[in-house]
């Protein structure tokens, strides 16, 4: 079903972004910091989308391999949409997003790979008003995890951790995170915290370009293989941590909403 149909059916009204494809662009640096038992501080330089789930991009057929939005991508029905799978997860959790908006930030699929360590869905109501937001974890094993948060004006909440992401930490403490919907700039961070301490910390900085045939070319030839890299990237730095011998971490038993619960590196992964 198309965005247009899917907003036809439902009777939404909802305004795409600005741009010539409705949609933005972040080019981004990324930075964790590690502190503890041992300090290890990296930063990844990517770029990022930021698309209306009812107004998705549409690409001219030569750039389409470069950004493809797939709800196989994410959790939920693969052969649903993004915006229903988001949906009937919501209606879980007693939320109901009928009439609303959402806007997702994330990576597209791009010469036919993705991986998203982080999406950040802004859930918005009819008039606006923000409802939630969601932070979806994904790990490099295929195992992902929803956050429901129910963020301040500030963009900032804190919630439990409950998803084994990295073979360094263990599944406990709390996730400090400050996920303020994007602007012209994106300031994103989330920090760990265990035993009163906050051993790591990654932000996500960047600012909003419109997307548009120049734009993701730019960003493509600055970027090449932006996404395979993210999983590269997660590898290089979890042999780095083997190496300075920090201890491995059992994995615990999936939750019932985490597809494999498999460890990834924390080190690129949201943690």
């Known amino acids: 079903m198309t965005a247009a149909a899917a907003t036809a059916d439902t009777g939404r ?73 988001l949906a009937r997860y919501l209606a879980g959790q007693g939320v109901d997003l009928a009439g609303g908006r959402v806007l997702m ?20 109501a009819a008039d606006g008003t923000p409802l939630c937001t969601v932070a979806e974890v994904h790990n490099t094993y295929g195992g992902h995890h929803r956050y429901l948060l ?52 990654a932000t996500v900085r960047g600012r909003r370009r419109p997307a548009g045939p120049a734009a993701l070319l730019r960003a493509a030839l600055r970027h090449p293989l932006a996404t395979l890299a993210v999983s590269v990237h997660i590898r290089h730095q979890g042999i780095r941590l083997l190496l300075k011998g920090l201890p491995v971490h059992p994995r615990p038993r999936p939750l019932p909403d985490d597809r494999t619960g498999s460890a990834a590196t924390e080190e690129v992964s949201a943690p």
């Open 13 to 85: 009204s909802t305004a795409a972004l600005p741009g010539p494809w409705g949609a933005a662009l972040y080019e981004c640096a990324i930075t964790h910091v590690r502190t503890a038992p041992v300090r290890h501080a990296f930063r990844h330089r990517t770029y990022l989308w930021l698309v209306d789930l009812d107004h998705l991009p549409v690409l001219p057929r030569a750039l389409r391999p470069l950004a493809r939005f797939r709800a196989a991508d994410h959790p939920g029905d693969p052969r649903g949409t993004l915006r229903g799978n």
């Open 105 to 124: 930030l994330a990576q597209a699929r791009s010469l036919g790979y993705v991986f998203n360590p982080l999406t950040v869905y802004w859930c918005l």
């Open 150 to 201: 129910r963020p301040g004006a500030d963009g900032r909440a804190s919630v439990a951790k409950e998803f084994y992401v990295s073979p360094f930490f263990p599944v406990d403490g709390r996730y400090r995170m400050a996920l303020p919907r994007p602007g012209e700039r994106l300031a994103l961070t989330v920090r760990l915290e265990r035993d009163g301490a906050s051993p790591f910390v």
